[in-house]
Structure formats: C-alpha cells, structure tokens
C-alpha cells in the first residue's frame, strides 16, 4: 500500500531522474503542457480577432475543460483498463491532429466542435499519467515526484505563454497553433520510443456503471463534498476571470497569462516548501480568498503592467488546492486515491470551463473589467460560504509536502 503522506528522506529530485521512465514521462508531460499553454493563447486571440466577442474567446480557450463533466461520468474508469503507454501515444497525436486542423479556416462551429472533442479525449489524460507514475516511482517517492510534475508545469506555462505571445507576433495565431501541434507530436513520440509497453492496471472493460458508483461514494461524506466544492468552484470563478486577459489587454494578455503562472508557482513552492504544519493547516482560506481579492481591483481598469502584477499577486492563492489534497488524500480510503483524484482533475477543469462561460456572459453584456470584478466577487462570497466545512483539523500524521497542484494541470 503506498504511503498518502509523503516521500522518505532518500527520495530526492535527483534521484527522480535517475529512476528508468521517469525523465521520458516528464518531458513528454512538459511537451503537452507547454503545447496547451501555446494553442489557448493562440486561439482565444484568433477567435476573439474574428468575432470581437469576449464569450466566444473565452469560451475557445476554456471550452475544452467543460467536456470533462462528460468524460468524468463515463471514462474515468478507463484510467487504469487501457495500456498506459498506446494511450498517453493516442491522445498526444490527437491533440497533434486536431490543433493543426484548427490551424485552418474553418466555420466558427466547426472550430468549437472540435474543441470540445478534444477535450473529451484530455478526460483521460490525467489519470493515464499519473497512474503511470505510479507504477514508475518506488513505493515511497510518489508524492515527490509529483511535485516536480506541479513545478515543472508553473514553469512551462510561464514559457509557453511568453512564447505564444512572441509566436502570435512572429507567426500570427495559425502559425502559432501549428508549432503547438508539433509539440504534441514531439510528445507522443516521446511517449511511443521512450516509455515501456505495460498492461492496464485493471482488467475488464471500461464502465460507466463503476465510476458512478465511485463518484458517489466519493462525493457522499460531507468532509470530502466540501473539499471537492472547494477545489472546484472558486477556483473555477478565477480562472473565469483569466479567460477575459485577451478581451482586457489584446496586446499583452501573454504577458498577464506568464505573471499569473509565476504567482501560481511561488505559491506552490511557499506552502510546500517553507510552510510548515501548522501553518498550513490555517492557510486554506485565507489562500482562496487571497486567489480572489487582487481582481476585485479590475474594476478600476489598471493599466496592463499594473494587471500583470494584481494576477500574480492572485495566483500566489491557488496553493490553497495543494492544501485541500492533503486534506482529501487523508479523508480518502488508499484504494480510491487515483479515482479521487481523477475526479478532483475533471471536476476542476469543468468547472474552470464554466467560470470561463460565465465570466464571457457577463463581459458580453458589461465589460471585461467589470466581469472579472464580478466573477472575483463570486468567488470570495463561495469561499465564505465553504469556510465552516473547511475548518481545519489536527490531522493524525504528518501532511505530504508535494501534491497536484490547482491549476491546468490535467
């Protein structure tokens, strides 16, 4: 049984890459990271140039994660009954495929749909990688491993926003999803040469039947509901209000899109790293309120440098998601770790594509200023409601130092 808190003393990021698989894995991961973070850019500002519309930009770059509802109600279960390495192979040269075919011009519905079919097929990356990982690592090294997963992609998107904006420029957006459709490719090489064929994890067929019943065993106890409620929703509200970066500053929106991703990395790293226990145990909300306040500000219409600094400043506050894991993992029975977290990631990434949804709505009918004031709003008043089922608790052993982080990725 693998240990939910935490890695021993000789696990080091060192040795990580000295263990066989895991180098491959990463960089295949950082690849589609990197791919992701280029292609949303690239295409919220292709929409938003070709219908001036802040929902439908919005919605392009977003849109995808509201097919996870769909697939976290009936693949998820598939996780662990297909082979780790055809699998991670076919759903990065899908990816390849389908942002070049976004690449070309094409009729506005034509484009959405195909978004969305891409996103019901990232369903089931998540849980393909990470359980992966999982059979890589030594028993006791998981947790650090990733870790370095949640550092790295802090990193790639910081690059891969940065460089969407520069390629955007160079290029134009088509160029741009052109080179992120050849990151795709490189990773699915990179999973199909350099990764070991392996078995699935379970037998038998996928069922919709078995992940509902886990669904509803995870959600029934009141302490993982909130926790799930709160990994969701006001995280989902702010990345509402970072889809409206292209309608706010058309011409820097890869420079606010690079300083947020640096805000979520030095929040990783400060509660992971130089938080301790106790500490941490009191730094769920004040986190996810810290995620909302910066953008009640919007409404003053700072200008862009300014912007850039109030997101970064906000996204220190998604490290309130690597707090409420722990807390999740220690509610969790160890046999419904990788379904719970499978159902954390679609259930986050839906939710960040409705806060998207809703965020485009209400600029569409005001401002994008006004509704990232609002959609910030929102999210503080949701965290206060949540604030009594996320009190914290003394928990019985000591708390992992690394977990998924809250953002993005998969």
Not at 51 to 72: I, Y
Not at 100 to 112: C, E, G, I, K, S
Request: hydrophobic share 50%; charged share 10%; with cysteine.
């Amino acid at each position: 049984m693998r240990s939910t808190y935490g890695p021993t003393s000789r696990t080091t990021y060192r040795s990580l890459f000295r263990t066989p698989e895991f180098t491959p894995l990463f960089l295949a991961a950082s690849a589609q990271v990197a791919a992701q973070t280029m292609s949303g850019l690239a295409l919220g500002t292709l929409v938003y140039r070709a219908t001036d519309s802040p929902l439908l930009s919005a919605l392009s770059m977003f849109g995808p994660s509201l097919a996870q509802v769909l697939g976290a109600t009936t693949l998820l279960s598939a996780a662990d009954r297909l082979p780790p390495r055809a699998t991670m192979t076919g759903t990065a040269l899908a990816f390849a495929a389908g942002t070049a075919l976004l690449a070309l011009p094409a009729p506005l519905w034509t484009v959405f749909a195909l978004i969305l079919t891409l996103g019901l097929v990232a369903s089931l990356g998540g849980g393909v990688r990470w359980g992966l990982l999982n059979e890589i690592l030594p028993k006791d090294a998981y947790i650090v491993g990733r870790s370095v997963f949640n550092m790295a992609n802090g990193i790639t998107q910081i690059t891969g926003y940065a460089t969407g904006g520069v390629l955007i420029t160079l290029l134009s957006p088509r160029g741009t999803l052109l080179t992120a459709a050849a990151l795709y490719a490189t990773a699915g090489a990179v999973s199909r040469w350099a990764l070991t064929a392996r078995p699935p994890r379970a037998k038998g067929r996928p069922s919709i039947r078995a992940t509902w019943h886990t669904n509803r065993t995870l959600l029934a106890p009141p302490s993982r509901r909130h926790l799930y409620l709160a990994l969701w929703i006001p995280n989902g509200l702010i990345v509402g209000c970072e889809s409206l970066y292209v309608p706010y500053a058309p011409g820097h929106a890869g420079l606010l899109f690079a300083c947020a991703a640096l805000g979520m990395l030095a929040g990783d790293v400060a509660v992971a790293r130089l938080a301790g226990p106790a500490l941490r145990r009191r730094l769920g909300v004040p986190l996810l309120l810290l995620l909302a306040a910066p953008y009640l500000l919007f409404v003053l219409h700072p200008r862009p440098s300014l912007a850039a600094l109030l997101a970064a400043l906000a996204s220190v506050g998604f490290g309130a998601s690597l707090l409420q894991q722990e807390r999740l993992m220690a509610v969790t029975p160890p046999e419904l770790a990788g379904h719970a977290l499978g159902l954390h990631s679609s259930g986050m990434l839906a939710m960040q594509g409705v806060g998207a949804a809703l965020a485009g709505s209400a600029a569409q009918l005001t401002s994008p200023a006004t509704a990232m004031t609002a959609t910030a709003a929102a999210s503080i008043t949701v965290t206060l409601l949540l604030t009594r089922g996320l009190r914290p608790v003394r928990p019985q052993s000591p708390p992992p130092v690394g977990a998924p982080t809250g953002r993005r990725t998969g």
